[in-house]
């Protein structure tokens, strides 16, 4: 209102405030803060009980053997490479449409990242974009299930063992996702999982490396600790004086008890998790589907999503490009973000020439992730898509 004269008496603190979507919110709630409080109470912080608790139930909801928990799924791809023995003088094919982490996680060894290109559906490598890349001296495949997209396991893994190379699955983003009716990681080699507030199931920060071999599963343990031949928790729970040997030079990867606290908590949710973004996918790509030049991502073939991105391609058909697009949708109070990252096209890999990436470069150039969480409403979704429909061509 105004009073005489025209002076508006409002309270500027009575105005709504500005309409914000965010891209992403991790779903954390009172049962993950008592349980990390019951953990502080307990005395064990550190890598403990909880840690191999979580280890065997993650392990049990992926299909897996043994999991064997780090500190980040960087950590992770870095020891499942250490494993297998890759170093220097050997490749790894790896795709550059990932977060740089897949790429570096070969560095890190002193082996040499060969960059394949990807599926323009599905962002992921293929059995013909590795073949494409791969020499004598490929050593493995990192294949990375992105955006919780699966890659085809069934195609890479017999290729694989014809190529007579180890595959790792960067399964990242992948849990809850499925792939020929199975979860993501079941019958792998050996998969490396994040638990980043990115991700669905999240610890703060943190990884999970899952494999079926019970000695290399071993030796990850050793590795993630020093290569101490018994670990830290086992000599504390000893009656009796443990005298620890370091069998070999090794690495400071653990998680701690109070991230596995809360990780046990988010395993309950995952489900539910799953399923509902799945529905909130399903209504974005219905909404979008008559929109010229917008290609949403959708399941492939072979299996299911979580979604743990939803992006987007914005084709020339639709008629304003990219960046246009993520700035229109900012100023109406939605934070999207750009596409997967192309590694080859950063600083850090300036030193490298990668064969032709046409896809990659067209991914990671013409899309973008739309806000998808738990907390996001049928309202926001038709505000995202309205800003969305109205810069159409």
């Not at 105005?15 to 992403?24: E, K, L, Q, Y």
């Not at 928790?233 to 620890?244: C, G, K």
């Not at 109406?332 to 080859?344: E, K, L, P, Q, Y």
């Amino acid at each position: 209102m105004s009073a005489p004269g025209g002076t508006d008496t409002r309270n500027p603190s009575d105005a709504p405030a500005p309409r914000r979507i965010p891209v992403m919110i991790p779903q954390l709630g009172e049962e993950e803060a008592q349980a990390a409080a019951e953990a502080v109470r307990s005395g064990w912080v550190a890598q403990g009980p909880r840690v191999a608790r979580f280890e065997r139930e993650f392990a049990a909801l992926v299909g897996a053997d043994h999991g064997v928990a780090v500190s980040s799924c960087t950590t992770a791809l870095h020891l499942a490479l250490v494993l297998w023995g890759v170093g220097p003088g050997d490749e790894v094919v790896v795709p550059s449409f990932s977060f740089i982490a897949t790429a570096n996680a070969v560095r890190y060894v002193g082996a040499t990242p060969v960059f394949a290109d990807v599926d323009l559906a599905t962002g992921n490598v293929t059995v013909a974009t590795v073949d494409a890349v791969r020499t004598p001296r490929t050593r493995a495949v990192i294949a990375v299930h992105q955006g919780g997209v699966p890659f085809d396991v069934a195609a890479l893994r017999a290729a694989a063992d014809r190529w007579g190379v180890v595959l790792v699955e960067d399964a990242a983003c992948a849990a809850g996702s499925t792939a020929y009716g199975r979860p993501v990681g079941a019958g792998a080699t050996v998969s490396a999982w994040s638990f980043h507030p990115r991700k669905l199931l999240t610890t703060g920060e943190g990884g999970m490396v899952t494999l079926d071999d019970p000695e290399g599963a071993a030796r990850l343990r050793r590795l993630r600790e020093h290569g101490m031949n018994v670990s830290a928790a086992d000599r504390h729970a000893s009656a009796q004086p443990v005298l620890e040997a370091y069998l070999e030079t090794a690495f400071n990867y653990r998680m701690t008890d109070i991230q596995a606290a809360i990780g046990l908590v988010q395993l309950d949710r995952l489900t539910g998790l799953v399923a509902q973004r799945r529905a909130l996918a399903a209504r974005y790509q219905d909404l979008l589907a008559d929109v010229d030049g917008l290609v949403p991502v959708r399941d492939p073939a072979h299996g299911e999503t979580n979604y743990q991105s939803f992006w987007v391609r914005v084709d020339p058909a639709y008629g304003v490009g990219r960046d246009e697009v993520l700035a229109e949708l900012a100023a109406a109070g939605v934070s999207a973000r750009r596409g997967i990252m192309a590694a080859h096209l950063e600083p850090a890999y300036a030193d490298v020439t990668p064969a032709p990436l046409p896809v990659t470069e067209r991914l990671t150039r013409d899309s973008l992730i739309l806000p998808l969480h738990h907390a996001l409403t049928e309202d926001d979704q038709d505000h995202v898509v309205g800003v969305l429909r109205k810069l159409a061509r």
